[in-house]
């Protein structure tokens, strides 16, 4: 099984939906939570950091289930620059600084 | 500032040669990272090097991949007698001092091997 698996995608859908994003990891002992962003030949940049209480960062919200190991990321009133691959990002137990990346969703944005 | 910088930006070489790939970090960040992504693929850990502590290697898919940071600044990862499967995009990170796990990796552009 994968460390951190998320949903390949792609997810194609029209300006102005509102789209959501799935990732489970394996190991309990995970401390940090991430979401980066990668565009197309380029490489990877935080999108936000995923917070036990849940965040939200303008259109954004990132949620944090350690029960269930399972993190979301949603994004609402999507924009075409919105189009990108999301990586779903975990950093085993404190000081340890291992980012482990999940393989990514990709998501396409139509007018 | 300026951010990571890695160069080559490609690196096209045969079969059986050595490579050298080099990531400068951001001045002042202590930890520094090297990976790998493949096509389509997420990206692959390889090597942390954080202060003068002993790097964490476990990612290092054979030994025929090293990597060493001098001074704690400047990375070069070496791949010797290249085969066409390390073909990928290597990519260095950096992340600055000590401060919690909520500190971000700010990455390079990468280096662009293919391997003929």
């Known amino acids: 099984r994968k460390e951190v698996e998320q949903d390949p995608g792609p997810f194609n859908v029209p300006e102005g939906a509102t789209v959501a994003f799935n990732c489970t990891y394996s190991?309990?002992?995970?401390?940090?939570f991430f979401w980066y962003r990668q565009d197309c030949r380029k490489e990877p940049k935080l999108l936000m950091s995923?917070?036990?209480s849940g965040n939200e960062d303008g259109r954004f919200t990132a949620q944090l289930n350690r029960a269930s190991q399972y993190i979301s990321l949603l994004i609402r009133d999507s924009k075409l620059s919105d189009s990108a691959t999301y990586l779903c990002v975990v950093n085993l137990s404190g000081g340890y600084n291992k980012l482990i990346f999940g393989a990514g969703t990709r998501l396409a944005v139509h007018p | 500032g300026a951010g990571v910088s890695q160069s080559p930006s490609n690196k096209v070489t045969e079969k059986g040669k050595d490579v050298e790939l080099r990531c400068d970090p951001i001045s002042g960040h202590t930890a520094l990272y090297w990976y790998r992504q493949s096509l389509g693929q997420g990206l692959e850990f390889l090597i942390y090097?954080?202060?003068?502590?002993?790097?964490?290697k476990s990612g290092l898919p054979s030994d025929r991949f090293s990597a060493e940071r001098t001074g704690g600044s400047v990375s070069t990862l070496t791949i010797q007698r290249t085969q066409q499967e390390d073909s990928a995009v290597y990519l260095c990170?950096?992340?600055?001092?000590?401060?919690?796990?909520?500190?971000?990796?700010?990455f390079g552009p990468g280096t662009r091997l293919t391997v003929l």
């Open positions: 995923v917070y036990s």
């Open positions: 190991n309990s002992a995970s401390q940090s």
């Open positions: 090097f954080q202060g003068n502590s002993a790097p964490d």
């Open positions: 990170a950096s992340k600055g001092p000590a401060g919690g796990d909520y500190n971000e990796q700010f």
